[in-house]
């Protein structure tokens, strides 16, 4: 099970750090990620980490303003957000699936919570 958290209302330029905690006894073998679902829109990727969390990759929209770690000693995952925009504003889901490399695919991801609102707004 994952339980993300630390959604809420933000100004634009403003930044937010979102949480993922994970049940279970084997979190350190799972590839984590983060996606998102704007109003009408599909959800999309935006940022993956590998297990031991020495390899990373993210959605070219974020860039350079979202950071994604993990510490797996208390099985959670971490989306750090620096200069957020309106166009962030979205549900984040935090994801996993058990496997080696990281990956962008959602159809990979086998496990989901159940998503943090996130809005950028002044």
């Known amino acids: 099970q994952l339980q993300a958290s630390g959604g809420g209302l933000v100004q634009p330029g403003g930044s937010l750090r979102l949480s993922c905690a994970a049940s279970?006894?084997?979190?350190?073998?799972?590839?984590l990620g983060w996606f998102r679902q704007a109003p009408g829109k599909e959800r999309e990727f935006e940022a993956t980490?590998?297990?031991?969390?020495?390899?990373?990759d993210y959605a070219d929209s974020v860039k350079g303003r979202f950071t994604i770690s993990r510490d797996n000693a208390k099985n959670t995952v971490y989306l750090q957000m620096y200069g957020l925009k309106p166009e962030d504003t979205a549900v984040y889901y935090c994801?996993?699936?058990?496997?080696?490399?990281?990956?962008?695919?959602?159809?990979?991801?086998?496990?989901w919570g159940q998503g943090t609102l996130v809005t950028v707004s002044s």
């Open positions: 980490i590998s297990r031991s969390g020495g390899n990373t």
């Open positions: 279970g006894r084997t979190f350190s073998g799972y590839v």
């Open positions: 994801a996993a699936f058990y496997g080696s490399r990281v990956s962008s695919h959602r159809h990979h991801y086998d496990y």
